[in-house]
């Protein structure tokens, strides 16, 4: 992955730990609504986030080649000082989790379990359903981690058209609700009363799925319940930013469209975009006008 200069050339060199930024990485833009729930939740931590756009999606890829893409990005974001990885991608938790958590020093944060303990604990009748994309609901990594809870049914779908309407900025079309319909309806039949929304792009769609699965189903969103999880791991290990100045926030991206990624990012940020530092990765050059201010 290719670099536009050191840590401390990029102004991400930090006197303490408690003062580097947390690194989310997606395979695009989907993690772009956990960085938005950490930023909610912890508004005094400084982001470093990076979009994996050249090879997103990662849905359909083999899981050893999302493996290498993801452990690239990591490799880059320690290496730029981050105290804690914070992996928001589902279907490259599944691929690499674990090789991360052996890898790193720092903390690592994943999608998958934080939204199993919350559905664990949320269902009444012991019936979940999952949608994720076709890489993420293949790998059966839900499947393992509701494993400890076997009094639990698990009912998957893959969803691999909800990708391309979100990126779209579709989240009300007809179409969009009837491509729901077919996706989540056999999960309603099946009496779920919980849903996993299992992508991070999924929050984005959380009216359409909640108008047809109903009001009755308790959806569970990765990007909340990972924040939750940042938050407590934070606090935890004695990490969290106690520094009075401003945090910063850089979004970068390995893809080749600048203009592509900033749109995306205004509709997953809304108007916190204005606010955006965006910085050059070796391969997308960001128009100042898109900066943050000091």
Do not use: W
């Amino acid at each position: 992955m290719r670099r536009a200069g050191s840590a401390q050339e990029r102004g991400l060199g930090c006197c303490s730990v408690s003062d580097a930024p947390i690194g989310i990485f997606d395979s695009g833009v989907g993690g772009l609504t956990v960085a938005r729930s950490v930023r909610d939740q912890l508004p005094n931590e400084s982001i470093l986030y990076v979009g994996d756009t050249a090879h997103s999606p990662y849905g359909p890829r083999p899981l050893a080649e999302v493996r290498r893409f993801a452990l690239d990005v990591l490799d880059d974001l320690v290496a730029q000082d981050v105290k804690m990885l914070v992996i928001a991608c589902n279907t490259a938790s599944a691929a690499m989790l674990r090789d991360a958590r052996e890898r790193y020093d720092v903390p690592v944060i994943e999608v998958i379990q934080p939204a199993v303990r919350t559905a664990v604990s949320t269902t009444r009748n012991n019936k979940v359903g999952v949608i994720g994309t076709a890489g993420t609901i293949a790998s059966r990594a839900y499947d393992d981690a509701f494993a400890a809870a076997p009094h639990l049914e698990l009912f998957s779908q893959a969803c691999p058209e909800f990708v391309e309407h979100v990126e779209a900025g579709d989240t009300t079309s007809r179409e969009l609700v009837a491509l729901a319909e077919g996706y989540l309806r056999p999960l309603v039949d099946q009496g779920i009363d919980t849903l996993v929304l299992g992508c991070t792009h999924y929050p984005l769609l959380k009216g359409a799925i909640s108008y047809v699965v109903g009001e009755g189903v308790r959806l569970v969103s990765s990007d909340t319940e990972t924040a939750n999880d940042v938050y407590r791991t934070l606090v935890r290990t004695g990490i969290e930013r106690t520094s009075p100045a401003r945090p910063t926030y850089r979004y970068e991206a390995t893809g080749g469209s600048a203009q592509e990624f900033i749109r995306l990012a205004e509709h997953f940020l809304g108007p916190e975009v204005s606010s955006v530092e965006l910085v050059e990765t070796g391969v997308i050059p960001i128009p100042p006008t898109l900066r943050r201010n000091p």
